[in-house]
């Protein structure tokens, strides 16, 4: 039986959380879960998000329209997947993808090959 091999781009932001530093009279980006460097990930464009823990395990893999604006629902929206696991996450990357197809196989991909631990559509592998 032959196998689709896809192969996801390599990331274009990666963010990791981090200790909040206060120096003096500096203004402070409000962290939101420890993560300071939202602005790097691109307001506009659209992608793949992989949500990962402190030993590299995908928790989770999503899929949007607007990378930044996603990525920050999953942070502080009731309704998300990861709204129970936000203290588990360490790192974010995100990979530019523009056209809707190929974000939506790439996400059903990653999540089944990588086993994203609290994805819950799109898992068609059975432990």
Not at 59 to 85: I, W
Not at 86 to 96: A, F, G, L, Q
Not at 101 to 112: A, G, K, P, Q, S
């Amino acid at each position: 039986m032959n196998m689709i091999n896809i192969q996801l781009p390599k990331a274009d932001v990666t963010i990791t959380q981090r200790k909040q530093e206060i120096n003096g009279d500096e203004a402070v980006i409000k962290p939101i879960y420890g993560f300071i460097d939202l602005h790097e990930i691109p307001r506009d464009k659209g992608g793949i998000i992989q949500f990962f823990n402190h030993s590299g395990e995908l928790l989770f893999v999503g899929k949007a329209r607007k990378l930044r604006q996603r990525v920050k629902k999953h942070l502080e929206d009731t309704v998300s997947p990861l709204k129970n696991h936000r203290e588990e996450i360490h790192r974010i990357s995100v990979t530019i993808v523009e056209d809707p197809m190929e974000r939506d196989i790439y996400e059903t991909y990653v999540i089944n090959t990588q086993k994203a631990k609290y994805n819950v559509d799109k898992v068609f592998y059975k432990d």
